[in-house]
């Protein structure tokens, strides 16, 4: 579904991604893990085509789509749920969710997946008339997880979705991505520091380090893995 090919991306002259390759099938749950700073984001903002790349081309169901604009790669089915929320924060609960639909024309859809939101975070239907910037961390979380899921989207991304948050609030927000995974059946690409939440459920992963693809394999051998042991499981 989703190739990313030799992916290089510079800010100005210094060097954030270097010739980074990773492949996401139809319906599988892709992780990147690595540290702060390792060029995750980075890379979600490319395939995403908020940055462009330096070199390297990105595809998305075999066309071609780092030359695309963001709208334009939204269109064809990719939800990007972002690092540290980015909600419109004047707005409420509910013109944010509203916003996820604003490529959508069907009406039942759009009432369908607003009652699974509500279903899955019942907190957001609670204060769906409150103002988005006045939520706790980990409700504008579930509001930007739900936002993206507005859009109905065929691939799913989502950047450090545990960044910022209280341990109790991680697990809620993994119990409710796995959930997704289940229940939506949609792909999802997720990137995220805490590999003891991502890697038990991951089909497969990507360790990412100084802006490179240090390994890669199925999540639970990367469990099973030494240095993902010492590195990142603290075991």
């Known amino acids: 579904m989703l190739q990313v090919k030799e992916l290089t991306v510079h800010y100005g002259k210094a060097l954030a991604v270097e010739r980074v390759s990773l492949n996401v099938k139809e319906g ?8 702060n700073g390792a060029g995750k984001t980075t890379l979600f903002k490319t395939i995403s085509s908020v940055i462009k790349p330096s070199s390297g081309e990105i595809y998305f169901e075999g066309k071609r789509i780092d030359t695309l604009p963001p709208h334009e790669v939204a269109r064809l089915g990719i939800a990007h749920c972002p690092e540290r929320r980015r909600l419109a924060s004047r707005m409420t609960v509910m013109e944010n969710l509203e916003l996820g639909a604003y490529l959508r024309n069907d009406k039942e859809g759009i009432a369908e997946d607003l009652n699974y939101i509500f279903e899955l975070f019942p907190v957001l239907k609670e204060r769906k008339n409150q103002k988005a910037g006045t939520l706790s961390g980990g409700e504008q979380q579930m509001l930007a997880i739900g936002r ?10 989502m950047d450090e979705p545990s960044v910022g948050l209280a341990p109790l609030m991680k697990e ?13 059946k949609v792909t999802i690409l997720i990137s995220e520091q805490d590999a003891s939440l991502v890697l038990p459920m991951s089909d497969r992963a990507y360790v990412m380090e ?3 693809i240090r390994m890669e394999g199925r999540g639970k051998e990367l469990m099973d893995n030494d240095y993902v042991k010492v590195t990142y499981l603290g075991l």
Do not use: D, Q
Request: glycine letters at 6%; proline letters at 6%; zero cysteines.
């Open 28 to 35: 599988e749950f892709v992780a990147v893990i690595g540290p």
């Open 148 to 157: 993206a899921l507005m859009a109905n989207p065929r691939l799913l991304m």
């Open 172 to 184: 809620r927000i993994f119990e409710a991505i796995e959930e997704i995974k289940r229940e939506r």
């Open 210 to 212: 100084t802006g490179k």
